[in-house]
């Protein structure tokens, strides 16, 4: 299929977002926006390094692509309006690209966003690049750095699903519930409607799940200035995570990554109306910890981790002991 009778088949016949002025068939998409900041961000996806056909349909894949990035707008607050896709698609691919861009489609419409743009060229490995472009009011932006000591930590769903579901995919053994670790792995559902349902919470600092809980919890305490406390015993896990091996669920749960879920930072007199949003937008939330101020001023923001009475000092891909 050449370029011209791809982009026919995956342009969309009428946009969604009312502030689109030119989508697809021009050399540049235009929209206009007045009021609000405008949040973009943008991801790469690499077959053999993100993820494989042996564990990912095609239609799978464009959809996860996807949900990344509405997971990215959402820990930033934004509303999600629209995305450009960049493609370098092998010869291997050429019947399954349709696919692709129907997985993305498909949660497109979920969120109502519009494909306006992108860009095709063949070569040897297929490298799907998105970029998405979202609003949000500037006092409502939720920057990494907005944690402040005395807040509360929370998280959205459950943690390590993603990865379990992975290991399912690739295991022989038969475990307890697989479908639904599974379903995590390939079509994961960003936090968009719960982050927007916030408006009326003044600060929090969110960052999503993307590369495991302590990683994404390093972010935070580096960018704000601050020491996150987590409780190990209140990280939240699907009943039938117990199943797995306690080394799989603690390196899945801390370190996996690919949940896709929020985890923020605000003040305790927020928790109890952050409560009902979650409530009123069917969001599973979590308090898992507390924000505290650096020991000493000029050193950098660590995580600690409450495990079994005991605090112990994490790095992005284990812990030592600390007491
Ligand atoms: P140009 O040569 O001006 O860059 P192209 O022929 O590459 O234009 O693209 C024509 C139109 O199709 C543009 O609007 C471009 O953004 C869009 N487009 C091209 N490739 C893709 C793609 N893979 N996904 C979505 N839109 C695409
Ligand atoms: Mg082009």
């Known amino acids: 299929m050449d370029e011209f009778s791809l982009i026919n088949k995956i342009k969309q016949s009428y ?18 926006e007045t009021a609000e900041d405008i949040v973009t961000v943008t991801d790469m996806f690499v077959e053999g390094v993100h993820f494989t056909r042996q564990t990912m349909t095609p239609k ?18 934004a509303k999600p309006m629209f995305y450009l896709v960049s493609i370098v698609v092998p010869s291997s691919w050429q019947e ?29 490995q297929l490298t799907v690049s998105i970029t998405m472009i979202g609003r949000v009011l500037s006092e409502r932006v939720r920057y990494r ?32 519930n697989e479908q639904y670790f599974i379903k995590r792995h390939q079509y994961p559902f960003p ?13 929090i600092a969110f960052n999503d799940i993307s590369d495991g809980l302590m990683s994404e919890a390093k972010e935070i305490a580096i960018a704000s200035g601050v020491n996150l406390v987590i409780d190990d015993s209140l990280i939240p896990i699907d009943p039938n995570f117990y199943q797995f091996n306690l080394k799989q669920q603690e390196e899945w749960k801390l370190f996996g990554g690919e949940d896709f879920e929020l985890l923020g930072a605000t003040s305790p007199r927020n928790w ?14 979590t308090k898992i910890g507390y924000v505290e101020s650096l020991n000493h001023k000029d050193e950098d923001g660590e995580v600690f981790l409450i495990v079994k009475g005991k605090k112990k000092i994490v790095n992005r891909r284990g812990y030592t002991h600390l007491t």
């Open 15 to 32: 946009y969604r977002q009312a502030s689109l002025i030119k989508g697809v068939g021009d050399d540049g998409a235009v929209f206009r």
């Open 60 to 77: 799978q894949i464009g959809y996860k692509a996807l949900a990344g990035n509405l997971s990215d707008l959402a820990a930033m607050g």
């Open 96 to 124: 399954d690209v349709i696919a692709l861009y129907k997985g993305m489609e498909s949660i497109a419409k979920t969120f109502q966003i519009d494909l306006i743009g992108g860009d095709t060229v063949s070569g040897e």
């Open 145 to 176: 750095s907005l944690a402040k000591p005395g807040d509360i930590l929370f998280v959205t769903g459950t943690l390590g699903d993603s990865q379990a579901g992975l290991f399912l995919l690739q295991s022989k053994q038969t475990f307890r």
């Open 191 to 203: 936090r968009v409607s719960f982050s927007l349902a916030l408006e009326e919470i003044d600060r």
């Open 272 to 285: 109890e109306r952050i409560k009902m949003i979650a409530k009123n937008t069917n969001t599973p939330v």
